[in-house]
């Protein structure tokens, strides 16, 4: 499917989650889409992680946190389905964009791009919700099931290449650090911060 | 080694980890550090993940710090040297603070050939990257593991407690 269209779908239906997106496109896109500045967290340069940083997050949270890996990162670090699996936790769900490029540094080929089955790793890793999207039109019947259904799912999107380079959320670590924290304290979550920022 | 004696070490730690704050622990095992790991598997005071590879301890404790816990990643030297990427990137750029309780491998006494490249680089590394270090060579220093979580916090960034054979065993 297209990556912008799929991209600006998943925008408009989810806006009550939380958000946290790896480097390359997935924080370009997302940024370039919705300019969000609070529920979003932009981990660029995140070489895998952005699933496990994002599962930290659901931890002390009932919401629904959603994460974006990138196909290039999933590689890097495949075993984090094992964490995930795991941790079961009732409010994560996890994106791997397969685009099979690493859109990140001028799509050059990713080498496993085509070999790769996505779904079929995570199933041997024993996790039950399993989503694989591979049109837009898919995308919009499953969706609901994978994000509302309470339970770990962890889903792929087939996405050709973005084809074009978009720049980066134009904010600083710290910046994104204090408006996400700061977002989550204002919002219902536990104090991020040893100091409030409007003491009672 | 006796194995009362290295329970109470680990009891120490635990304690004095539960005391400042901390309810979320990720590990990866060294052999120095099982008896520790498996007081924190079993106390109800803390949440114990066991990781696939020591960055996702960095990357898990780090979101956790958006869900207000207070965490700690425990790993082995060798394993603290494959984080390097992860805690520059992540932890520094976005200034996230994070405990990192890793062992002092290498040092005379550590009979493993293969952990002499950790006597020999560790300390480097650590100082290349500007993370404050605070050793652990006594039982009277376990305390400090409280300071130092509390100085990472202080400074938004991570620190390193290294924890010594000695002490892990009991025998200091």
């Not at chain 1, 990556?3 to 370009?28: P, Q, W, Y």
């Not at chain 1, 964009?97 to 790793?121: C, K, Q, W």
């Not at chain 1, 259904?149 to 074009?164: N, W």
Request: charged letters at 20%; one cysteine or more.
């Amino acid at each position: 499917m297209n990556f912008e269209a799929c991209f600006r779908f998943l925008a408009e239906r989810l806006k009550d989650e939380i958000i946290v997106t790896s480097a390359g496109n997935s924080s370009e896109l997302w940024w370039d889409i919705t300019h969000e500045t609070e529920r979003v967290f932009y981990l660029e340069a995140s070489m895998s992680l952005a699933s496990v940083f994002a599962a930290g997050i659901a931890l002390g949270t009932e919401r629904t946190v959603v994460a974006f890996n990138g196909d290039g990162a999933f590689c890097m670090n495949p075993g984090m389905l094992l964490v995930e699996r795991q941790l079961a936790l009732p409010n994560l769900k996890h994106f791997v964009i397969s685009n099979r490029v690493y859109g990140s540094t001028n799509d050059l080929g990713h080498p496993f791009g085509e070999l790769m089955d996505y779904a079929g790793i995570a199933k041997a890793c024993g996790i039950e919700r399993i989503y694989d999207f591979a049109t837009l039109e898919g995308l919009a019947q499953g969706l609901d099931d994978m994000i509302k259904a309470p339970g770990y799912a962890f889903a792929v999107l087939r996405v050709d290449p973005l084809g074009r380079h978009l720049p980066s959320p134009p904010l600083d670590g710290p910046e994104v650090k204090f408006r996400f924290g700061r977002y989550l304290e204002r919002t219902g979550g536990r104090p991020v911060f040893d100091a409030p920022l409007h003491p009672k | 080694m006796s194995g009362n004696a290295a329970d109470t070490a680990s009891r120490r730690i635990v304690d004095v980890t539960a005391d400042c704050g901390i309810s979320l622990v990720a590990s990866l095992p060294d052999g120095w550090i099982t008896s520790l790991i498996t007081h924190y598997s079993r106390d109800a005071r803390f949440k114990h993940v066991a990781v696939n590879r020591e960055e996702s301890a960095i990357g898990l404790c780090s979101g956790a710090f958006f869900s207000g816990l207070g965490t700690f990643a425990l790993m082995g030297a060798s394993g603290f040297l494959t984080c390097i990427y992860a805690i520059t990137k992540i932890n520094y750029t976005y200034q996230i603070p994070l405990l990192i309780g890793i062992t002092l491998r290498g040092r005379p006494g550590d009979r493993a050939k293969f952990h002499q490249s950790n006597g020999l680089y560790l300390q480097s590394v650590i100082q290349a990257i500007d993370i404050p270090l605070v050793t652990i060579e006594k039982a009277d220093d376990i305390p400090r593991i409280g300071t130092a979580y509390n100085h990472s916090r202080t400074m938004s960034r991570p620190v390193v407690v290294g924890l010594t054979r000695e002490v892990l065993r009991g025998e200091a």
